[in-house]
């Protein structure tokens, strides 16, 4: 089993500041099936990227996905309002298809 | 427009099992692969298994393995998700996510609550 392990836990920043979030998996994740999720209190988890890089439908751009084997990052380049939320990350070219713990963005 | 539409909450006691569905719409239902995940009060997501119903053989957790069922009804594009001898810790959210076979789980229903308790 794939265990990706996100950091930080919790991320407090302003709106406007840049915000990055780091999943590292203890296995290299097969043809970079990685994908990011944003998911907000009430709400089923929205997928933002998928192949480590490319941008779900109508993702904004200011989210980019980065990484491959075993080392991925997302990052929103300037926070809006609507970014504060719970992102996951999983991996899903192997079973069990696995997900991280998750990075809570919130306000500072 | 794909919708993912589960069942409505459920309470259950513990011992007893519940069965959560999740109808699809759009076309090529058979060809999709359907996963469970289910979120704990304030925990994280848990992948529980999936099914893609053209091949009809459901792949599972190693931690839900002989506990879940999970089947596939392609006459009502409906998706199933059975688990047995229920304890308080299942106690959660149980989500269905519709994937292409190797893709990412790109919709999702809005969950179903399922409450355990004496």
């Known amino acids: 089993e794939i265990v990706l392990t996100q950091s930080p836990g919790t991320l407090s920043l302003s709106p406007g500041e840049r915000a990055t979030l780091s999943c590292r998996a203890s296995q290299s994740v097969s043809g970079s099936y990685l994908a990011w999720f944003q998911q907000k209190p009430g709400q089923a988890p929205r997928l933002l990227i998928y192949g480590a890089s490319n941008r779900a439908t109508g993702i904004p751009d200011r989210f980019s996905g980065s990484g491959s084997g075993t080392d991925f990052t997302l990052t929103i380049s300037r926070l809006e309002s609507e970014d504060f939320a719970v992102y996951y990350c999983?991996?899903?070219?192997?079973?069990?298809?696995?997900f991280g713990q998750g990075t809570k963005v919130d306000v500072k | 427009q794909v919708q993912l539409v589960q069942s409505g909450a459920e309470r259950k006691r513990p011992g007893s099992s519940v069965k959560v569905s999740c109808k699809a719409s759009?076309?090529?239902?058979?060809?999709?692969?359907f996963n469970w995940v289910r979120q704990a009060p304030g925990q994280g997501l848990e992948w529980m298994g999936g099914i893609i119903p053209l091949f009809r053989a459901p792949k599972y957790s190693e931690k839900f393995q002989g506990r879940a069922t999970i089947s596939a009804d392609e006459s009502s594009n409906t998706v199933y998700l059975e688990l047995r001898s229920l304890i308080a810790e299942d106690t959660a959210f149980y989500f269905c996510?519709?994937?292409?076979?190797?893709?990412?789980?790109?919709?999702w229903g809005q969950g179903t609550l399922v409450s355990v308790s004496p």
């Open positions: 759009g076309d090529l239902f058979n060809t999709y692969d």
């Open positions: 996510a519709r994937a292409v076979e190797m893709g990412p789980f790109d919709h």
């Open positions: 999983q991996q899903y070219g192997s079973s069990p298809r696995t």
